[in-house]
């Protein structure tokens, strides 16, 4: 008879995770939903165009160059916190 039990509590444990597995995929779909438009950071922006980035850097435009480019674009880096961002996505890059 407590195995029966012990099978019943599983069960029941198994649904309320998936409940609760169903919750959460919902309220993390609705936080993304509200967060879409939101102003993003200059690093997560640069990490969405740093494939061109590289292009321009090694097709020869200088840091101030492609700084300047961007800036027209409404990034406000500066150009000491554009390399040292510029470098940290590279490692990020060589890790994945």
Same mark, same amino acid.
């Given at each position: 008879?407590?195995?029966?039990?012990e099978e019943q509590t599983d069960r029941a444990l198994q649904a309320k995770t998936l409940v609760? #597995?169903? #919750?959460? /995929?919902?309220a993390l779909r609705e936080l993304a939903d509200? +967060?879409?438009?939101?102003?993003r950071s200059d690093t997560a922006r640069l990490r969405e165009v740093l494939d061109d980035v590289e292009d321009a850097l090694s097709a020869?435009? /200088?840091h101030s160059a492609?700084?300047?480019t961007? +800036?027209?674009?409404g $990034?406000?880096?500066?150009?000491?916190? $554009?390399?040292?961002t510029l470098a940290r996505l590279r490692r990020e890059r060589r890790v994945a």
């Open positions: 008879m407590d195995h029966s039990i609760d #597995k169903e #919750k959460v /995929s919902a509200e +967060h879409r438009g939101v102003p020869g435009a /200088s492609v700084l300047d961007l +800036h027209n674009q $990034f406000s880096l500066t150009l000491s916190s $554009f390399q040292s």
